[in-house]
């Protein structure tokens, strides 16, 4: 007996989550085939790549937390306690940790992105499998799929023992040794977790006759850019592409696509800034232009102050006094890296699955 063949769980724009959620790791893996010698085993990162990639996405991305925690007066003042706790404990702890060493501060925010973006990848494909009714075996497959996707790179960073043209912050953030066992019962457990999985979807599609698209291509778009970026590339250029382009894009689509369903559908408090951003899908332009802006201030302010590395980008910046003092570097630098820390943290705890009543849309709400 056929199964009713069910529609594909978008949260509420197919185009939207087709082009900037679901395709960015495509994009980014195809960019980098096309340019091997550019990308495969080069530290180098020309100016124009750095603007693009760290200030207009990575950092941006980071910012757009505010849209759905202190821009939106509704969440302010239903988690206000929460969203002054977090940027104050993460600034004491980043001050203490820069005290005791620089380098376990680094290590610290290198390890809690690590954490952040990790999840990231298993809530997306939570979202996208969250009308599916299998049983706790088969969601449980697809939970070490993803996080499979994800930890088997970090332990070959980590225990490889070969150099690496990239890092995730700064050099020695990462804990690096090198372990043949268990690169070798990793790598093992990586292929036969992936054939497992796919023996298991293609049961399923026999059995269901269904075929859950965006899903699978937030599966494959994991494996994909978390191997070539960390594994076959051993680049600066392609790890920092495949990682950043992968993680940030989704991210902010799926904050204005959200925060866009939630100012339609809910009757809260709207204001300027958020009619400007939401009430059409216009405000886009205004949504990535704060973003960038934002970005470019603290990165300005990280040039000026710390790195002194991109005075050509950040002339504005250049008059401010580059800090050497270590005890001044322990106040200033946990306090630039604050919006970082905050997002990664919070991140943990604003998102909830709610459905609202536009027509089978998602809105995700904390």
Same mark, same amino acid.
């Given at each position: 007996m056929a199964h009713k063949a069910t529609a594909q769980p978008w949260i509420g724009n197919r185009l939207a989550e087709s082009v900037f959620i679901l395709s960015p790791p495509f994009i980014a893996l195809l960019i980098v085939m096309l340019f091997p010698a550019e990308f495969k085993n080069s530290d180098h990162m020309p100016v124009a790549c750095w603007v693009l990639l760290i200030i207009m996405i990575d950092v941006a991305h980071v910012y757009s937390t505010l849209y759905r925690t202190y821009f939106n007066p509704n969440e302010l003042r239903q988690q206000h306690p929460l969203l002054i706790a977090v940027p104050l404990f993460c600034y004491i702890g980043g001050v203490l940790l820069y005290i005791w060493g620089g380098v376990f501060f680094w290590r610290a925010l290198a390890y809690l992105a690590v954490f952040h973006f990790v999840r990231q990848q298993y809530g997306f494909m939570r979202i996208y499998s969250r009308k599916e009714t299998h049983t706790k075996a088969i969601r449980l497959m697809d939970t070490v799929i993803i996080y499979t996707a994800t930890i088997y790179p970090l332990l070959y960073w980590h225990f490889s023992g070969t150099h690496h043209n990239f890092n995730w912050f700064v050099d020695g953030d990462f804990l690096l040794t090198r372990s043949q066992i268990i690169l070798t019962v990793s790598k093992w457990l990586?292929? *036969? $977790?992936?054939?497992? &999985? /796919?023996?298991?979807?293609? #049961?399923?599609? +026999?059995?269901? @006759?269904?075929?859950?698209?965006?899903?699978?291509?937030?599966?494959?778009?994991?494996?994909?850019?978390?191997?070539?970026?960390?594994?076959?590339?051993?680049?600066?250029?392609?790890?920092?592409?495949?990682?950043?382009?992968?993680?940030?894009?989704?991210?902010?689509?799926?904050?204005?696509?959200?925060?866009?369903?939630?100012?339609?559908?809910?009757?809260?408090?709207?204001?300027?800034?958020?009619?400007?951003?939401?009430?059409?899908?216009g405000g886009?332009?205004?949504?990535?232009?704060? *973003? $960038?802006?934002?970005? &470019? /201030?603290?990165?300005?302010? #990280?040039?000026? +102050?710390?790195? @002194?590395?991109?005075?050509?980008?950040?002339?504005?910046?250049?008059?401010?006094?580059?800090?050497?003092?270590?005890?001044?570097?322990?106040?200033?630098?946990?306090?630039?890296?604050?919006?970082?820390?905050?997002?990664?943290?919070?991140?943990?705890?604003?998102?909830?699955?709610?459905?609202?009543?536009?027509?089978?849309?998602?809105?995700?709400?904390?």
């Open positions: 990586y292929f *036969l $977790i992936i054939a497992m &999985y /796919v023996i298991k979807e293609g #049961w399923m599609v +026999l059995a269901t @006759r269904q075929f859950n698209l965006p899903k699978n291509l937030i599966v494959a778009g994991t494996l994909l850019s978390w191997y070539f970026g960390i594994i076959y590339y051993n680049g600066d250029m392609a790890f920092t592409t495949l990682n950043v382009v992968s993680h940030g894009i989704p991210y902010m689509a799926l904050i204005w696509l959200n925060e866009r369903n939630r100012y339609v559908t809910a009757k809260e408090q709207k204001t300027a800034l958020l009619r400007l951003t939401f009430s059409t899908y886009v332009v205004c949504f990535a232009a704060l *973003l $960038i802006f934002f970005a &470019y /201030v603290e990165e300005g302010l #990280w040039d000026g +102050l710390v790195w @002194r590395e991109h005075s050509s980008v950040f002339h504005a910046f250049s008059i401010l006094p580059a800090i050497s003092a270590n005890f001044l570097l322990a106040l200033i630098v946990p306090l630039l890296a604050l919006p970082q820390s905050t997002h990664y943290v919070l991140d943990g705890f604003i998102w909830k699955l709610r459905k609202t009543q536009a027509e089978g849309k998602v809105t995700i709400q904390s």
